[in-house]
């Protein structure tokens, strides 16, 4: 590690690259050809514009921080995690485009924001009732999902949806008590709802332990990837918790009005990855009332920012003409399986791409605008729950959601939608968080004080 103000000189990295057993490994690595000069799926251009648009948008994304807390004890640290889900009145948006300048004021109407704000205990930092910092982050996750209640009239907690998910969780899929590495538990259990006790050690068991989440805590150093896992999934559950307060209040016949935008792609990673499965399930079950009483299927996409889905579509979209671009305006790339693994992720896996992680399917879109999409679109049927082929036909709402990124795409930043830019714009945390912000769990901790 280096110093402070200390950076790495160009000598290493020469030495590095030239050195004998970096080039052997080079040699070695596999290196594919003309991926940006052909590729076996074309992009498309059959799709119609389509005029009926959902009139209402509701775009979740999330964001967290790490900041050092002064409580006595040296390296502490606490996590602050925010998720934002903003409903857009297109319509609105749509009468204000026609009489510019829009007043400021007036646009502001059109979004309605929710946030769930939370603090999580980092490393070295010890709650009241707990003797550990790792017990500390799970019990207060558990508290925050049993605390959350978006609606004042549903007054159903988001603890309540995750524990339905919960249920569809294999139960032959036991897992380490949490208490191992602490306390040298060896149990394997099957975490249920609610609190309990482990079997063996007798010790506290919170239901959002199945997350395993804390796994990837530290008691020591910094602790973003445990924070990144926690936005991760409420940005996810939220999208069910939704759906299923539409269903309590029997809405979801209304569902043609309403499109969901969600930040990343459609899956969840890590160790939480089980919840995938799960969500893919209840999308299923939530989309078929959805059918039933609409006669079409649920509007939902995943938009990445960032990584080699991105990468690759700028990539497959340059010529060797300068200017040139492969994909025309509406055309579209439904991706395989045998397309993925070819092309991006270099996988002779039988496995299919992201089976145990994604509850839908990439596709690159170019906006009439000209904007690179890259998204994913849930498997809403068992029907389109594959990767075989590029047939669109089986997926009846993906002309409406390329016809909405028309619509909603932004020349604010490239490649971006208007939506996602609005939550992130109430999900984002600045860098240098004000004491204020962690003010509730400051006061909790260090009961001794």
């Not at 964001?63 to 934002?84: F, H, L, N, Q």
């Not at 602790?223 to 069910?240: H, P």
């Amino acid at each position: 590690m280096p110093y402070e103000g200390e950076f790495a000189s160009y000598r290493s990295v020469r030495r590095i690259v030239e050195a004998e057993r970096v080039q052997k490994l080079l040699n070695r690595a596999r290196v594919f050809r003309g991926a940006s000069r052909q590729t076996p799926l074309a992009p498309k251009q059959d799709l119609d514009v389509v005029a009926d648009l959902p009139v209402f948008v509701l775009a979740i994304d999330g964001s967290y921080a790490e900041v050092d807390v002064r409580i006595g004890y040296p390296g502490a640290k606490v996590g602050y995690v925010t998720v934002a889900s903003v409903l857009l009145d297109l319509d609105r948006v749509s009468r204000l485009d026609e009489s510019r300048p829009i007043d400021p004021r007036e646009f502001r109407k059109t979004e309605q924001a929710e946030t769930i704000d939370s603090a999580l205990p980092g490393s070295n930092v010890v709650t009241i009732n707990q003797k550990s910092a790792c017990s500390s982050f799970r019990q207060e996750v558990y508290e925050i999902f049993h605390d959350i209640i978006l609606d004042d009239v549903d007054r159903v907690r988001l603890l309540t949806t995750y524990e339905e998910l919960l249920q569809r969780k294999p139960a032959s899929r036991g897992q380490e008590c949490p208490y191992r590495e602490s306390h040298g538990c060896t149990a394997e259990i099957v975490v249920p709802r609610g609190v309990s006790d482990c079997p063996q050690c007798k010790r506290p068991v919170f239901s959002t332990d199945a997350l395993r989440i804390h796994e990837r805590f530290r008691d020591l150093g910094t602790n973003g990837e445990a924070f990144g896992l926690v936005m991760q999934v409420w940005e996810r559950i939220l999208l069910i918790h939704f759906l299923r307060c539409f269903e309590r209040q029997n809405l979801l016949g209304r569902m043609g009005r309403l499109a969901f935008f969600v930040d990343g792609p459609l899956g969840v990673f890590g160790p939480p990855a089980w919840l995938s499965a799960a969500i893919s399930a209840e999308l299923k079950r939530l989309n078929a009332i959805v059918r039933a009483e609409t006669g079409n299927d649920l509007v939902i996409v995943g938009v990445e920012k960032s990584g080699n889905f991105v990468t690759h579509f700028e990539e497959i979209d340059r010529t060797e003409n300068p200017g040139e671009q492969r994909f025309c305006p509406r055309s579209y790339m439904l991706l395989t399986d045998q397309y993925i693994k070819e092309r991006i992720t270099c996988s002779d896996s039988d496995k299919r791409y992201g089976q145990d992680t994604y509850f839908g399917r990439k596709f690159f879109y170019k906006t009439s605008g000209g904007a690179q999409i890259v998204g994913t679109i849930p498997f809403l049927t068992d029907e389109q729950d594959t990767l075989r082929h590029d047939d669109i036909s089986i997926y009846p709402r993906f002309g409406t959601l390329c016809s909405l990124l028309d619509k909603l795409a932004s020349s604010r930043y490239v490649n971006s939608v208007t939506p996602l830019i609005a939550a992130h714009a109430h999900a984002a945390i600045p860098l240098h968080l004000g004491t204020k912000v962690l003010q509730r769990l400051a006061t909790a901790l260090m009961g001794d004080r």
